[in-house]
């Protein structure tokens, strides 16, 4: 069994929140709160992800760990220190766009939505300068499922999608593609936006269409290129087309030094 429990209740200890209190922040029961500090029953793994990405704690020690007041007091001081680190002089061009050009490979996708707004874990993962782009804000996701590629052609399993950070309230351009990060996980699909909703569309025909609301957004990335592992060789068809184009260059050719001999 997980330390989620004796952990929920040491932070309210030390934040000096009722049970009451705690659940308010997070929407739930009051009474959920004793069950998971009684060990009764265990959040839910959302619930986890917000109790950690608001305190500033990992998922993995408020599950594996039984967190020490002295453990909490450090995660303050981290959280301390991010902010002062927004509200700081500016930073150097080459610091900042260092920070720009991040990285998110498919098995930190997970840490990335728990650490969001965390500007120490996004300076932490790998960098790519990409030409042309290097001064804006750009984000790279790999590409984790298949759904994005119609019959192998597309992108494919462990592209890699970069875009641009989209502003709020964003307003999306149905059909285009965007990287959709949730609470849950972060999705690359074109977009159908409605009302209230967004329709996250697959290129591949085997995959099932997802339905999210507006609001369940936490960041959104207008994807404006990817890099592909996958080179194809040319079809059948392209070959013949080809083979037609080099036919009419030889014969525009062979026309050419006709006109000219009969003059």
Same mark, same amino acid.
């Given at each position: ?25 997070? $929407?739930?029961?009051?009474? =959920? ?20 990405? %608001? ?17 909490? %007091?450090?995660? $303050? ?23 720009? =050009? ?9 840490? %990335?939505?728990?650490?969001? $707004? ?37 992108? $494919? ?10 502003? /709020? ?35 591949? =025909? ?5 339905? /999210? ?12 290129? %990817? ?10 068809? =392209? ?25």
């Amino acid at each position: 069994m997980s330390s989620i429990g004796k952990n929920i209740k040491k932070i309210r200890t030390v934040k000096k929140l009722s049970q009451a209190a705690f659940a308010e922040i997070f $929407n739930l029961a009051r009474p =959920s709160i004793g069950a998971y500090e009684e060990t009764r029953a265990e959040p839910k793994v959302d619930t986890i992800i917000q109790i950690a990405n %608001y305190f500033g704690i990992s998922v993995d020690s408020l599950l594996t760990k039984e967190l020490t007041i002295n453990d909490l %007091y450090n995660f $303050n001081v981290h959280l301390e220190k991010e902010v002062n680190s927004r509200t700081s002089e500016k930073k150097t061009d080459v610091d900042t766009n260092f920070i720009k =050009s991040v990285l998110v490979p498919g098995d930190k996708q997970i840490e %990335y939505i728990v650490h969001i $707004n965390n500007h120490d874990f996004i300076s932490s993962l790998p960098k790519v300068l990409i030409p042309k782009y290097h001064n804006k804000n750009i984000r790279i996701f790999e590409l984790t499922t298949d759904d994005m590629h119609d019959n192998f052609h597309g992108m $494919n399993l462990g592209d890699l999608v970069f875009g641009q950070k989209m502003n /709020i309230p964003q307003k999306f351009i149905s059909n285009n593609l965007y990287v959709i990060i949730t609470k849950e996980k972060v999705i690359i699909r074109r977009v159908k936006s409605k009302k209230d909703q967004l329709e996250l569309v697959p290129d591949n =025909s085997n995959f099932n269409l997802i339905e /999210i609301k507006k609001g369940e957004v936490i960041e959104a990335w207008e994807v404006i290129g %990817y890099f592909s592992q996958k080179i194809d060789a040319p079809t059948l068809i =392209s070959e013949r087309i080809m083979h037609l184009e080099n036919q009419f260059d030889a014969l525009s050719e062979r026309l050419l030094k006709v006109e000219k001999s009969e003059k």
